[in-house]
């Protein structure tokens, strides 16, 4: 009897991790498997920035930015509200793990990094909490 109440509570915990994530990320279950394929993977730390990227109230400045291999960019909220930076595509994001690496939510006049870019590629990001919103999506060129 232990043993079942032990995989019962063990499957109820699960579930329940799997709503709030779901419902943190769009609110909806993906109708099947999904795969992330990783663009550019992450060297685990900050490295040097090699571009700075403003966030206002009008959208990310520039929208495009370039960096090399090992390089970080620095994230800037000028902004009134916060911003959750994720990479493309919503609401899974993992294709470029530097930016979910470094960044998380950034709170009105916080200015934080990604983690390094570890290979050439082309990250796409968006604001997770606002993510139809074209003036908060961008791309960053790695080289």
């Known amino acids: 009897m232990t043993r079942r109440l032990s995989r019962s509570v063990v499957a109820g915990v699960a579930a329940i991790a799997f ?3 779901s419902a943190a990320c769009g ?3 993906p109708s099947g ?3 992330v394929t990783v663009v550019v993977r992450d ?3 900050t490295g040097t920035s090699g571009a700075t990227v403003t966030i206002a109230a009008s959208g990310v400045s520039p929208k495009s930015v370039t960096v090399a291999v090992g390089q970080s960019v620095t ?3 000028n902004d009134s ?3 959750e930076i994720g990479s493309d595509p919503h609401p899974q994001h993992g294709t470029c793990p530097s930016i979910e690496g470094g960044l998380a ?3 009105p006049g916080q200015t934080k990094l990604t983690h390094g870019f570890a290979n050439t590629g082309t990250c796409g990001y968006h604001d997770h909490l ?3 919103n074209t003036a908060f999506q961008g791309s960053i060129v790695v080289q």
């Open 19 to 21: 709503v709030a994530f």
């Open 27 to 29: 609110g909806s279950s």
């Open 33 to 35: 498997p999904s795969t």
């Open 43 to 45: 060297t685990g730390t």
């Open 75 to 77: 994230f800037v909220n």
């Open 81 to 83: 509200r916060p911003h």
């Open 105 to 107: 939510t950034l709170s």
């Open 130 to 132: 606002d993510n139809t």
